[in-house]
């Protein structure tokens, strides 16, 4: 994996290795890999329910580890360090491989194994950066042993994928611990937030996307950097020119290809609470998706024990809680099938349709999809040319766009508003 000029990791290698059949079978992007479906039928299964939003599972539940420290070390309720830490307590595995702040002079991140509870908790907390699987994976190869992986629905469904095509891998990575995604950010969202904050990117040592406040709603997040002479930096995302995550800034091109929201193929998927009352209590909490027995059973005792304070709910409850992914990865994905693209076309879960979407939410998607693609362009041109307010303007620009189509507010609304209602009368006078 190598980065390109965008920021983004893409695989690097000889055109006949690209071209293989082994590798189309890889990557979890391909058309010739096996799907979710496929994949979680023959991991979970007796799992009992199947939903089309969630997959196979046999339970749901919010809530948090009432166990110390989990709750407060992580960025949501704490539990999925608390069920890594549970699986290697038991002596079900020997290690867990997630995403860790790099070293110095490293990357921001990247994937480590972690052997005790210390090493986990050093890497709790959200990371939206790009990091890849590589090194890792062949660690696990060399040194024997079991081991869980944290990751989100593409990953985990990669490393699913590599131990379809390899024994070792298959023998020794037992568990799979999912995180809900929205989407993948590219490295120069970090510079954005340096250029924002008023440092030099180069400066910029360590980074907290979401620093925690048990005392602030938890859907307010905080961009806080930490600099060469350990001064810090920090600003709430909603003061941001990029700060709204539905508007798509630096995403990934691959994730306006995914129709998984919450990692189908894990043993057990974790994401936020973001309805009330859960979002504004700043200690964080957690939606859990559990399918593999284990788990089950691991939650079950938890909670008798009272290390866990849970409540069961229902999958129109967990998929309630991340209604925009769902709306992005569903109705706007079958949206983006339709539109016209060179190269090869992904196959989806999801049938390629525009019928019964207004012309209004169209545009909330064509302009999602032109921020994604415009961000990278400027931000690029703005660290090329040493001006970031090039990347800044633009970006205000687009989000003035974006917030009158989607949320009728801003300069830009009442002429959004106007189009509707004339567009309105005009069909109701057809239609008359």
């Not at 082994?22 to 991991?43: K, N, V, W």
């Not at 989407?183 to 937030?193: G, L, T």
């Not at 049938?351 to 362009?377: C, D, E, F, N, Q």
Request: one cysteine or more.
């Amino acid at each position: 994996m190598t980065w390109d000029d965008y920021g983004q990791l893409k695989p690097a290698g000889p055109a006949t290795h690209r071209r293989s059949e082994g590798f189309a079978q890889l990557c979890p992007f391909s058309p010739e890999a096996a799907d979710e479906d496929q994949i979680a039928a023959a991991r979970f299964p007796e799992a009992p329910h199947h939903d089309a939003r969630l997959g196979r599972y046999i339970s749901c539940h919010v809530g948090a580890a009432a166990e110390p420290p989990f709750r407060e070390g992580g960025s949501s309720g704490g539990m999925v360090s608390w069920v890594a830490a549970e699986l290697m307590l038991r002596g079900e595995i020997d290690g867990v491989l997630h995403v860790h702040p790099g070293a110095p002079g490293q990357p921001f991140f990247g994937y480590r194994i972690s052997r005790s509870q210390d090493e986990l908790l050093a890497g709790a907390r959200s990371r939206y950066h790009p990091i890849h699987l590589a090194a890792v994976l062949d660690q696990v190869r060399a040194t024997p042993g079991r081991y869980a992986v944290v990751g989100i629905p593409c990953f985990i469904k990669a490393v699913h994928l590599a131990c379809a095509q390899d024994a070792v891998l298959a023998e020794r990575i037992t568990h799979f611990l999912g995180l809900f995604c929205g989407h993948m950010k590219s490295a120069r969202f970090v510079q954005s937030f340096a250029w924002q904050l008023g440092v030099d990117h180069d400066r910029v040592r360590a980074v907290e996307y979401r620093l925690k406040d048990a005392n602030r709603p938890a859907n307010w997040y905080t961009a806080h950097l930490t600099l060469d002479d350990g001064s810090t930096v920090q600003n709430e995302w909603f003061h941001l020119a990029d700060g709204d995550w539905g508007a798509g800034y630096f995403q990934n091109p691959a994730c306006n290809f995914c129709d998984d929201v919450v990692a189908e193929t894990a043993d057990v998927s974790f994401g936020d609470a973001w309805v009330e009352p859960y979002s504004s209590d700043g200690r964080g909490t957690n939606v859990m998706v559990v399918r593999a027995p284990l788990v089950q059973r691991l939650i079950d005792e938890g909670q008798a024990e009272g290390r866990l304070d849970l409540q069961q709910v229902d999958a129109d409850f967990v998929a309630g809680t991340q209604a925009a992914g769902f709306r992005q990865r569903r109705e706007g994905l079958a949206y983006r099938l339709t539109w016209a693209k060179r190269g090869i076309r992904p196959v989806k879960r999801v049938t390629p349709s525009a019928k019964g979407i207004g012309w209004r939410r169209k545009l909330v998607y064509r302009t999602r999809a032109a921020i994604s693609r415009g961000s990278h362009r400027m931000a690029w041109l703005a660290a090329r040319t040493g001006r970031p307010q090039v990347y800044l303007a633009w970006a205000r620009r687009a989000y003035a766009v974006y917030e009158g189509l989607t949320y009728h507010r801003g300069r830009l609304a009442p002429l959004f508003d106007r189009m509707e209602r004339m567009r309105g009368r005009g069909q109701k006078n057809e239609g008359g």
